[in-house]
């Protein structure tokens, strides 16, 4: 095998996995939240978007974030205000407050149903 075919072979496999990995997020549309509505009477899409850009934003500063599915709700209301404790701490200041917490732990809920 030529270096030019190995090449050519290495990127086409990178591109398939790059595109893979995008595609295993949920777009919008696909998000379905009657879940988190029965749940969470009057929980919609911005409270979701909220929830998600806190968690993007924040929980994976310290270590990869985790997909939501990766725990039990039991799992997550156990971890995540010890997370929210340790960033605030680690920022020195309060980057979620507890309505933010709030926020998360319901975004976790509704895109892990």
Request: hydrophobic letters at 40%; charged letters at 15%; one cysteine or more.
């Amino acid at each position: 095998m030529n270096t030019h075919h190995l090449f050519t072979t290495a990127a086409t496999f990178a591109v398939v996995a790059l595109l893979a990995a995008c595609g295993t997020a949920k777009t919008q549309s696909e998000i379905n939240l009657s879940a988190a509505q029965v749940k969470y009477p009057g929980y919609g899409m911005d409270a979701f978007s909220a929830g998600q850009t806190l968690y993007t934003a924040n929980c994976g500063r310290c270590h990869p974030a985790h997909t939501p599915s990766s725990h039990t709700e039991e799992q997550w209301a156990k971890w995540v205000p010890k997370m929210v404790a340790m960033a605030n701490k680690n920022a020195r200041t309060v980057v979620i407050d507890e309505p933010g917490q709030e926020l998360i732990l319901k975004f976790l809920y509704a895109a892990s149903h």
